[in-house]
């Protein structure tokens, strides 16, 4: 294992800077959830944008000491660095970032967001299969998709140090823990037969071993979990981070979980079920999750249901 130490924290809060949905009218505001209020010299100048992306701003607290921290970047080159000033956020807390895993719509608003930060040199955690190229969609041997190149250089460019973990690494003085590499463990979590990454001239299918989720540990109250696709799978993900940290109370499971579209929607009943069976105080399906995921999460856990928008904060205590 890496360094897997995870503190006890007094506050999660996630502020989602994008997602795929937003609802400006939802008037749903509680303990928990705050929605976007887009408003300038008290009139509603902006709508938060969504698109296919994600990235959200995390904060954790032990006593009067908040840390701040990046996960994920959005898609475009601008979303969720307009959705950070729409809201007014000053972004010059963040200590670290954090990334899921390297697809471009986690990836596009790097540039954008780090120069809001203002500082260079923080430290980038991601899994090194992050930097694979080519990778892309293979529906054919003629058709191919591709995936928009993310490098390491394009990360140093961008003002990041690039820390590379496979392995459980703790973050913000071990407030927040990345897993690394998620084992898979289920036996219907078997990944999406599209993706595929060239080495070497040899084309191979592509695991997205990249994939990997960060996980804190609220007092009295169990593990808050945040995904970015979960292409591990989310039952998978959730798993690994109650055997990594020896804690199995879940209070929330956050995240893109990747049931969208026909190669996954097979699978939607059986995740709901096992997602029930850990009983999470909270369950918040972002981003790829898809709607008919949604639905059936949403319909077989009522209670412990929260629907995410961009520009969402939760918070959880």
Not at 175 to 184: K, S
Not at 206 to 220: Q, R
Not at 222 to 236: E, P, Q, R, T, Y
Request: hydrophobic content about 40%.
């Amino acid at each position: 294992m890496g360094n897997t130490a995870l503190k006890i924290v007094e506050k999660v809060e996630i502020l989602t800077l994008q997602d795929n949905y937003i609802e400006i009218t939802a008037m749903d505001s509680n303990a928990v959830v705050t929605r976007a209020a887009p408003l300038k010299d008290g009139e509603i100048k902006a709508s938060i944008l969504a698109e296919h992306g994600f990235s959200a701003l995390v904060k954790t607290t032990v006593g009067d000491k908040t840390r701040t921290m990046l996960f994920d970047f959005g898609f475009s080159e601008n979303g969720a660095a307009q959705n950070a000033q729409t809201l007014g956020l000053d972004l010059k807390d963040v200590e670290a970032v954090a990334l899921s895993h390297g697809h471009s719509d986690h990836t596009g608003g790097m540039v954008k967001l780090t120069a809001m930060i203002g500082r260079t040199g923080l430290p980038l955690v991601v899994h090194p299969a992050a930097f694979q190229s080519p990778r892309y969609l293979k529906f054919g041997e003629e058709f191919k998709i591709y995936f928009p190149k993310f490098t390491r250089d394009m990360v140093r460019e961008a003002g990041l140090s690039v820390i590379e973990a496979d392995l459980p690494y703790s973050m913000l003085d071990g407030n927040v823990l990345f897993l690394g590499g998620i084992p898979h463990t289920t036996d219907f979590e078997k990944g999406w037969p599209l993706p595929h990454y060239q080495k070497d001239g040899k084309e191979s299918w592509d695991p997205i071993e990249d994939d990997s989720s960060i996980v804190m540990n609220l007092k009295d109250k169990g593990l808050v979990i945040l995904s970015g696709c979960a292409h591990a799978g989310i039952v998978n993900t959730v798993r690994y981070a109650i055997e990594t940290t020896g804690i199995d109370r879940i209070h929330a499971i956050m995240g893109g979980f990747h049931l969208s579209g026909p190669f996954f929607e097979p699978l939607i009943d059986e995740t709901a079920r096992e997602l029930q069976k850990m009983h999470p105080t909270y369950v918040i399906p972002t981003h790829c999750t898809g709607r008919k995921a949604i639905m059936e999460i949403e319909k077989k856990m009522p209670e412990q249901f929260i629907l995410n928008m961009a520009g969402t904060k939760l918070t959880f205590t």
